[in-house]
């Protein structure tokens, strides 16, 4: 069997790139919600949530995931009309300085940002939710990521058999909506509807992702795997199982890292590039 070719230039509608052949990139996370697990409330506020992006950018973030609605387990959802009022101060004024994806569910909303100027689609059902969703993303040329999801923990499953069905029928549905491969991001779906060990197993075999063509997002950052590896029960203090984690996952395959501490993931993958040299 020959080498699997995994496209490493991500075209994006205004005509840029993300270069992943050098080292794994960084996605900064900016939850503008009240109920997010790990940092709701924190950046809701429009000034503290800019400053913070900014801060992001600043560190070498190369893209910023806004998300205006929780997706933890046990969230509680948000109407399409609450979910854009919360992410809309973010986006424009973001966008001339990062590369900006959107974290929604929501066809609506997606439409709503790629307007204002936001160059991903971040979603956590990847595409198996919203019908509507892979038409919006394919009108305004924008790339995606697709995320693995269960509803339920199912320990009897082959997680990583069971990822590859389900993102080969998110792809089945890109495809439909004529999104070019070359714009399409998978993702494992850390601590959607999996246990401990599985998650730990996902990212142990995460290149066996890319048989399907596309590169791999991994955001392992501040979960319940962590926790339950460290014993540290505050999401603020996992930033180091974090970063140990994220590294693995760079190791064995990672693409990108979507990420709520930017500086020391930076730092980490520009030692990884330094190394692979």
Do not use: Y
Request: charged share 20%; net charge negative; with cysteine.
């Amino acid at each position: 069997m020959g080498a699997i070719m995994v496209n490493r230039l991500i075209p994006l509608p205004d005509g840029r790139c993300l270069d992943l052949k050098a080292r794994p990139l960084v996605m900064g996370i900016l939850n503008v919600t009240p109920d997010s697990f790990s940092d709701g409330g924190q950046h809701n506020d429009v000034a503290r949530g800019l400053g913070h992006a900014r801060q992001m950018i600043a560190d070498g973030a190369d893209i910023i995931d806004i998300g205006g609605e929780s997706t933890r387990p046990g969230h509680t959802p948000v109407s399409a009309d609450e979910e854009m009022a919360r992410i809309a101060p973010f986006i424009a004024p973001l966008a001339q300085a990062s590369v900006i994806s959107v974290d929604t569910m929501k066809a609506q909303v997606a439409a709503f940002a790629l307007e204002q100027g936001a160059q991903i689609v971040n979603d956590v059902w990847g595409f198996q939710r919203d019908p509507d969703l892979a038409r919006v993303t394919s009108e305004h040329r924008a790339a995606c990521v697709l995320m693995h999801n269960r509803e339920q923990e199912d320990s009897s499953l082959d997680i990583v058999e069971d990822m590859l069905a389900f993102l080969s029928r998110s792809l089945d549905i890109a495809q439909r909506a004529r999104i070019p491969l070359d714009r399409i991001i998978l993702d494992p779906g850390i601590g959607f509807g999996k246990t401990p060990e599985q998650n730990m197993i996902a990212v142990r075999e995460i290149a066996r992702l890319h048989v399907l063509g596309c590169p791999v997002l991994l955001g392992a950052s501040r979960k319940r795997i962590i926790g339950a590896v460290t014993g540290r029960t505050d999401p603020n203090d996992r930033m180091a199982g974090s970063l140990a984690l994220h590294l693995l996952g760079a190791q064995a395959g990672a693409d990108i890292l979507r990420v709520h501490d930017v500086a020391p993931h930076v730092d980490a993958m520009k030692m990884l590039a330094a190394f692979r040299t």
